[in-house]
């Protein structure tokens, strides 16, 4: 779908000749001479390199319409992870390297919403935390209490995040999965 640079609005995705963008800040411009254009603020879908455009006013481009496919995490196989379309129940083989950060914190039977381009992945939405248990960590020592003193805990998907020193191997953690911080104690 062909669209104009009055249609703009921030979150929109474009196919351009140079990839696939999202607008994350757009301004009309009109200066006392010349033509009006609007600049432009992008983020590459693909690579998450942020770039600055800028349009003549009235200038076409396609329309990027992304499907967002919500999926259940299966299993991994080699490099590669296996979800099931939760409408459909058909099994996708993604590679691992096509799902950004969002491997780190997937365990069999997570929910994940898929951003799909035709049949490309171009992004994943993860829960805002989850709840991983620690496979690794030092053991605390008793006495040592120090106000916010934190220490380093491998979690079951192999992602390492700070913890409080009291926290032990096979306690369950609720973990932030913007920043990979560390919340609270998971109940139960």
Known sequence: MAISTSDFKNGM???????????SEFQHVKPGKGGAFVRTTLRNLRTGAVIERTFRAGEKMERAVIDKREMQYLYA???????????TYEQMQVPKDSLGTAPEFLVEGNAVVLQMYGSEIVGT?????????????????????VSGARKSATMETGVVVQ?????????????????????????G
């Open 13 to 23: 995705n474009i196919d351009l000749d140079d990839g696939l963008f999202q607008i």
């Open 77 to 87: 196989a080699g490099d590669e992870m296996v979800f099931m379309d939760n409408e």
């Open 125 to 145: 939405d993860l829960p805002a935390s989850v709840v991983l248990t620690v496979t690794e960590t030092e053991p605390g020592i008793q006495g040592d209490r």
């Open 163 to 187: 913890v409080p020193l009291f926290i032990e191997i096979g306690e369950r953690l609720k973990i932030d999965t913007r920043s990979s911080e560390y919340i609270e104690r998971a109940n």
